[in-house]
């Protein structure tokens, strides 16, 4: 296996907990949050799916899929556009409704730019210092696993939530 088959099936199976966590579900049941204070399914699945293309973006050079694609002219949010969902109140969290089709839709078009160049990814590459901001810098191979390990995080705990409510 390489290195890129190694993480593109990581994002794989991020994209495919998204797509079982919000599939089937009304735009009411998306935007539910268990209290004042939590998250919806919407978001972090909107969330997750935004780091995902911010950071992955960023890493290959490109433009983000959210603006290159029109995404956030569709989601219709009034979020700036180059907003990823990093520090929202309980206010923005609950602005963000959208229909189960919409998130996928944006998740999946990320994922396959994500995995459209992972695809060339090689193990020499992951060495490479993506952000000197840190101590120590950061280098590709630990930016892809942080984002990995986030979207896999937020990704369980829509599914979490969507069990809560098919059961209450």
């Known amino acids: 296996m390489t290195v890129a088959e190694l993480v593109t099936d990581g994002f794989d199976r991020i994209r495919q907990v ?3 966590a919000v599939r ?11 209290d004042a ?3 919806s399914i919407a978001w972090l699945v909107w969330h997750l799916t935004r780091v995902q293309d911010d950071h992955l973006a960023d890493l290959e050079g490109a433009e983000q899929v959210w603006t290159s694609q029109g995404w956030h002219e569709r989601f219709g ?6 907003d990823t969902g990093y520090g929202h109140s ?5 602005s963000v409704r ?6 996928t839709g944006y998740h999946d078009a990320v994922h396959a730019q994500t995995v459209a160049w992972l695809s060339g990814l090689e193990e020499p590459q992951l060495d490479r210092i993506v952000d000197e901001n840190w101590d120590p810098p950061v280098s590709l191979g630990v930016r892809l696993v942080s984002v990995l390990s986030d979207d896999l995080q937020h990704a369980g705990q829509a599914a979490l939530i969507r069990g ?3 059961r209450g």
């Open 18 to 20: 998204v797509h079982g």
């Open 37 to 39: 204070e939590a998250n």
């Open 164 to 166: 809560i409510l098919l």
């Open 24 to 34: 089937g579900l009304t735009e009411d049941q998306l935007a539910r949050r268990l």
């Open 98 to 103: 959208v229909a189960a089709d919409l998130l």
């Open 77 to 82: 949010l009034t979020l700036d556009p180059a």
């Open 90 to 94: 309980a206010a923005q969290v609950a």
